[in-house]
């Protein structure tokens, strides 16, 4: 039996410590109707069995290694350097529970004191919490913080239609137990004008995307000052990659800025697991979800860290708690530490740069291709939205015959919107593949 | 000695990483919007490496010793399952990619609900969810939306046992729903007195953990499951206990509606220092509908070779997305090799060795330490940490001079009706020879109460740190640090 060192030895000794005859002896207390029940399941496979049978479904898929990739939509691939995962791997950090009791665990508190120092850092924010399950989870607990924020007075929530459709999505399905109306992101291209126009007095907050889905970037001081004026919050979902670029969203006098955490150093993994981004001001601290890592000293008066604010959370508060969260993303918070810490201030600069060049040199060469359009407006950053001459589904099958994974159907979402592709492009992506995209673009508009 | 910050260790001009040259015409920068300035450290890759290498070192882990922690089931994490996530095919495939390009995915993802729903007795399986916490908000919603849809809107209260996980609670709130509060008897089961009493048409469900977090399982549970279905509530299984149950028996069997299951604790995905967990939830049919999705699906044979055999489908009355894109795949992976391995036979001598060091630790404990439920026990028991004879000793000095032995103190005040708990949950992948080990100082540690308790006041003595100042954590606040410059800056 894999992994359960006991002998029989052992197990008869162990019974009779117990004084009981058997192991079935020790299930008394579960009805005896259902005790024991015959699972159909398959039977046990040695290590090298298993390990035949998943490489086997690995490689049944079509991976970015292999095909050129150009798809993005929220989840990005990007290099990766090798000292990330060596780091992840290190039995010390990933085999570790939650740092309950920090005589123990100032590894894994200080790995994630310095992560929220990052982020903090990166966004301009003054806090962060030691992470969310994912961007879109991120985004609901926003929602939460500033409904309680507002003590119930307020219940509307404006939603930039700019926004990931699945972070808006997991927003609806968070707050459908809540008396919040949740408007703004009817159509596909209301800018935030629109958001304005609809604020009043009954507006909590106001969510934007920065860059945006269709990889818009805009200054947002305009649309801050409104939602301020409007006694409002104003929260900002990044791309945290961005931002090696980019303006931090604390320029545009953000309350709070949560984000995906993915293309900071943490593989595409079909989904994830991925990285919520959290971080708000000083003052919204205590109406912040999840873990908090703090500065103290320890009794030796050395300085040490330890979970902080924990009456804010469920295991305290209980059914008062600020959200549920209890298991969060550790181990990827500790990947986008050390990939921020390797990148350093140079390394993210470039390989946002890298983006911004790879995508704007592919979208003036699809401009010229016939059929073809940028559909976009004003500044992008590292994706925009190609017009296509017939269904995206079809040029994608065109596309995946020259080894290349095509952009996102942006019509799924946007009915609007039909016949338009999302691409994406990263430092992963040369020339060359570039150059092939366009060219099978062009094929695939002829047949 | 203590580690620096990786802030300390920054060098102007210092690089970590090597990159390309851009190999396309550089394009204009866009106006206005470029930050100035980029506050990141600026370290050699070597820097990275050391630094990060002697912040583990700080850390107790499974893979450096035992780790008792009640309900959160430290087992061993297998190398192989880290191996398989890691597999390029998974690793490297982008969740929106067509499905024909991922059928390995998709085949995994689904054997992997089928698996989670012939272990528990459900007749669907959303993998969706992202720890347990998470699959427990998705699994209220779900009963919402089941009463609402039925036209039963009244339905809006939630009974949770007083030894509940806090997250039963928490997420009671976070769908909505009011939380009313079950006692527990004098055995550790709930007062079925008093959960007559609460039981009305305004109950939309009880959440249940069985075992309880006393470890116990529920000896009436066929009395409390009748009860509720009677008054029309649904029952709701906190699944962070699977682990005592595995070919045991199953919830649904017992007439659970809803359970979530906790892949990072029951099926072996490492914990992380915290996360990613892994909370897929698993339903009785007619709330099969209501489930988050996207979920797997077989897909009819038509004839055609070419046709892909799994698709992710939407369920017809689905709560909704609760997160971004497909679930925790890269644990869903680990899961799948996980229980691959083990097979039916496997899963059940998974259980037996996890009650059987459960109970073998409480029966050469229990004359040292007062058990207060003192009767055979699932995966875990729950001792207390105090001694009339020891007056100023507390569960926690036993937790911390546990660590001066190299063990992780067990879960310490929780749960909360027991008076100074100590939660022992050994799990079924420690030898008899740690056991006893543990034992030994346990009841070392006991004796040093009585006669010496200052060294458990002080304690823990041999670990790098000394016993850490919360209070001032929480008092002064320093919750990120700035770099150098900008410290200086003001």
């Known amino acids: 039996m894999a992994y359960i060192p006991h002998t029989e030895r052992d197990r008869q000794a162990m019974l009779a410590a117990v004084g009981v005859g058997s192991l079935d002896e020790l299930y008394q207390a579960v009805p005896r109707d259902v005790r024991f029940p015959d699972l159909d399941l398959p039977e046990p496979l040695s290590e090298m069995e298993v390990m035949a049978e998943v490489q086997a479904l690995a490689e049944a898929n079509v991976d970015t290694r292999h095909y050129a990739c150009f798809l993005g939509a929220g989840a990005y691939n990007h290099f990766i350097p090798s000292v990330v995962d060596h780091i992840l791997r290190r039995n010390e950090f990933y085999t570790a529970y939650t740092p309950y009791q920090p005589e123990v665990s100032q590894g894994t508190l200080q790995s994630i004191f310095e992560y929220q120092s990052l982020i903090c850092n990166l966004t301009g924010m003054d806090v962060s919490n030691a992470s969310h399950y994912d961007g879109a989870t991120a985004l609901a607990e926003a929602v939460t913080l500033a409904l309680a924020h507002h003590r119930g007075k307020r219940s509307t929530l404006l939603l930039s239609p700019a926004i990931h459709p699945h972070y808006r999505q997991v927003v609806r399905t968070y707050m459908q137990g809540m008396q919040v109306k949740i408007h703004g992101d009817e159509s596909c291209c209301t800018g935030p004008d629109d958001l304005i126009r609809r604020l009043d007095d009954q507006t909590a907050m106001v969510a934007v995307q920065y860059p945006d889905f269709f990889g818009h970037v805009a200054d947002f001081r305009a649309l801050a000052a409104a939602v301020h004026a409007a006694g409002a919050l104003l929260c900002v979902v990044v791309n945290p990659l961005a931002l090696g670029l980019l303006k931090p969203p604390s320029a545009f006098d953000a309350d709070v800025v949560v984000g995906e955490g993915q293309p900071l150093g943490i593989p595409l993994s079909f989904g994830g697991p991925y990285l919520g981004l959290f971080t708000t001001k000083n003052e919204y601290v205590r109406k912040m979800a999840g873990r908090l890592v703090g500065q103290t000293v320890d009794s030796r008066g050395q300085r040490g860290f330890v979970l902080t604010l924990t009456p804010r959370e469920q295991h305290i508060r209980r059914e008062k708690a600020t959200s549920n969260i209890c298991t969060n993303q550790g181990l990827m918070a500790l990947a986008s530490a050390v990939y921020l810490s390797v990148m350093g201030k140079q390394g993210l600069r470039k390989v946002a740069e890298l983006c911004y060049h790879k995508a704007h040199y592919a979208a003036e060469a699809i401009r010229r291709v016939p059929g073809y359009g940028v559909w976009n407006e004003g500044e992008f950053f590292h994706e925009f939205v190609a017009k296509c001459p017939k269904p995206v589904a079809e040029i994608n099958e065109i596309l995946l015959e020259h080894e290349i994974i095509g952009g996102y159907d942006v019509g799924t979402d946007y009915p609007e919107l039909k016949d338009h592709m999302l691409l994406a492009f990263t430092e992963m992506n040369s020339k060359e593949e570039i150059d092939d995209l366009v060219s099978a673009l062009e094929e695939a508009s002829h047949d | ?490």
């Not at chain 2, 459900?122 to 969810?129: D, E, G, H, R």
């Not at chain 2, 507390?394 to 067990?410: I, N, S």
Request: with cysteine; charged share 20%.
């Open chain 2, 1 to 490: 000695m203590i580690e620096p910050l990786i802030y300390d260790l920054s060098s102007p001009g210092r690089l970590g990483v090597s990159l390309p040259e851009t190999d396309v015409p550089p394009h204009a920068l866009p106006e206005g919007l470029v930050r100035e300035d980029l506050p990141l450290p600026e370290v050699a890759e070597l820097d990275v490496v050391r630094h990060f290498v002697r912040l583990s070192q700080l850390n107790h882990a499974i893979d450096t010793g035992f780790y008792p922690l009640g309900s959160c089931t430290m087992k061993y994490n297998p190398k192989v399952n880290e191996d398989a996530a890691r597999l390029t095919g998974f690793a490297f495939t982008h969740p929106l990619q067509e499905g024909s390009t991922v059928q390995g995915n998709l085949a995994l993802m689904y054997s992997l609900q089928e698996w989670l729903k012939e272990i528990a007795g459900f007749a669907a399986v959303s993998l969706q969810p992202a720890a347990g916490a998470h699959g427990e908000v998705t699994g209220i919603l779900i009963i919402r939306a089941y009463h609402r849809h039925r036209g039963d809107a009244k339905r809006t209260k939630i009974l949770i046992p007083d030894s509940a996980h806090g997250t039963n609670p928490a997420s009671t709130s976070m769908a909505g729903l009011q939380v009313v509060e079950l006692p527990s008897d004098a055995r550790g089961n709930i007062d079925l007195e008093a959960l007559r009493r609460a039981c009305d048409d305004t109950v939309a469900a009880l959440m249940l953990t069985n075992p309880n977090t006393l470890g116990l399982f529920e000896e009436h549970v066929r009395e409390v499951v009748d009860q509720i279905h009677a008054c029309g509530g649904l029952v709701y299984g906190d699944g962070a206990n699977m682990n005592a149950l595995l070919g045991v028996v199953r919830p649904g069997d017992l007439g659970f509606d809803v359970l979530h299951f906790n892949l990072h604790k029951t099926f072996s995905t490492p914990h992380g220092g915290g996360g990613p967990g892994s909370g897929p939830v698993g339903v009785a049919a007619p709330l099969a509908d209501f489930l988050p999705g996207p979920v797997v699906e077989a897909v009819e044979e038509n004839g055609s070779e070419e046709a892909p055999l799994y698709r992710l489908v939407m369920p017809a009355q689905s709560i909704g997305r609760v997160k971004a894109f497909l679930g925790h795949f890269g644990m869903h992976v680990r899961a799948y090799t996980y229980m691959r391995m083990q097979g039916k036979s496997g899963l059940r001598a998974i259980s037996d060795h996890a009650v059987l060091n459960a109970n073998y630790l409480r029966a050469r404990l229990r004359d040292t330490y007062h058990v207060p439920f003192d009767r055979i026990c699932m995966h875990e028991f729950v001792a207390e940490g105090r001694w009339e004879q020891a007056p100023g000793v507390r569960a926690l000095d036993v937790a911390k001079r546990l660590m001066d032995f190299g063990f992780h103190p067990p879960t310490n005040y929780f749960p909360l009706i027991v008076h100074e708990a100590l939660m022992i949950e050994p799990t079924e992948t420690e030898s008899k020879e740690t056991l006893d080990a543990f034992v030994q100082a346990m009841k070392t540690i006991a004796q040093e109460a009585r006669d010496d308790p200052e060294i458990l006041h002080n304690a823990p003595h041999t670990t790098p740190f000394g016993r850490l100042d919360e209070v001032r954590a929480a008092k002064e606040l320093v919750l990120c640090c700035r770099p150098v410059e900008m410290e200086k800056a003001g």
